[in-house]
């Protein structure tokens, strides 16, 4: 249905969201599943009830055969490929963000969670005066985790997560490269250099200066374990959003959803 909405916004740009999302509802309830849907036949049903709300059922016909123009070939075809062909590769993206948008929503809520955990984790412990000149390193990596971690993949999270909610995709889009570029450049480079400052060379001898020590190492270890479901769960949301029309336009009828 969500499809069926949006593939309605293209054709109708003057009628607002609700009226276009009621007309879709009552034409194609949710339990029924699109690809089993004949277009053709329920799309003078969905005219009819965009002419009716307009007010201008006089010009009926033309704007039929021109929305039958726009969804030739769609009972055959799935919609977010049809609105594709007809709009572009962005609309097409932004059709499969829309569609799994909950999903999305949820994902980026589970990453944004994991990011402010290890930030209070490191953040805790940096907020300490540091015992000993010996710890500066290490109080530099707890730093730049805290940083990193919290105001800066926080920040990004944030933002693709209101592109998500708004069905903005060029939004979406640059806040997930912002994220991507942060965790490229500062997250994984800097889960090595914590560990190399925290378990080797000055930092076992910061280590028996100072009292966190232990949850210091806790920390990083549990941050490692749960990156690979962090990358996980990054590529999820790209897949959904974009790199599921990718993968099916460069290799038709191959979809892992």
């Given amino acids: 249905r969500k499809e069926i909405t949006y593939l309605l916004r293209a054709m109708y740009p003057n009628v607002g969201d609700r009226v276009l999302d009621q007309i879709a509802k009552q034409v194609c309830p949710q339990n029924k599943k699109l690809d089993?849907?004949?277009f053709d036949e329920i799309l003078p049903t969905l005219h009819d009830g965009v002419m009716k709300h307009q007010g201008d059922?006089?010009?009926k016909d033309k704007a039929l055969?021109?929305?039958?123009i726009a969804a030739e070939g769609l009972s055959s075809i799935?919609?977010?490929r049809c609105t594709a062909r007809k709009m572009g590769l962005l609309a097409e993206c932004q059709a499969s963000m829309v569609a799994f948008k909950k999903l999305i929503i949820g994902l980026g809520i589970t990453k944004f969670v994991q990011n402010i955990f290890f930030f209070a984790m490191y953040y805790s412990v940096y907020l300490k005066p540091m015992p000993a000149e010996i710890c500066a390193n290490t109080w530099w990596v707890l730093g730049a985790q805290s940083l990193n971690c919290g105001p800066l993949l926080g920040f990004a999270i944030i933002g693709y997560l209101i592109g998500a909610c708004y069905e903005s995709f060029?939004?979406?889009l640059v806040f997930f490269i912002i994220h991507a570029i942060l965790g490229l450049i500062l997250y994984t480079p800097l889960l090595i250099t914590t560990g190399i400052n925290v378990l080797t060379g000055d930092g076992v001898l910061c280590y028996t200066s100072n009292p966190d020590s232990g949850f210091v190492i806790f920390t990083f270890e549990l941050e490692m374990w749960l990156y690979a479901i962090y990358i996980a769960l990054t590529c999820v949301i790209l897949y959904l959003s974009c790199g599921k029309?990718?993968?099916e336009k460069?290799?038709?009828?191959v979809s892992l959803l």
């Fill in 36 to 38: 089993r849907l004949a």
């Fill in 57 to 59: 059922l006089n010009r």
């Fill in 65 to 68: 055969t021109s929305a039958k």
């Fill in 78 to 80: 799935s919609p977010v």
């Fill in 170 to 172: 060029l939004l979406f």
């Fill in 245 to 247: 029309v990718l993968l």
């Fill in 250 to 253: 460069a290799f038709p009828g």
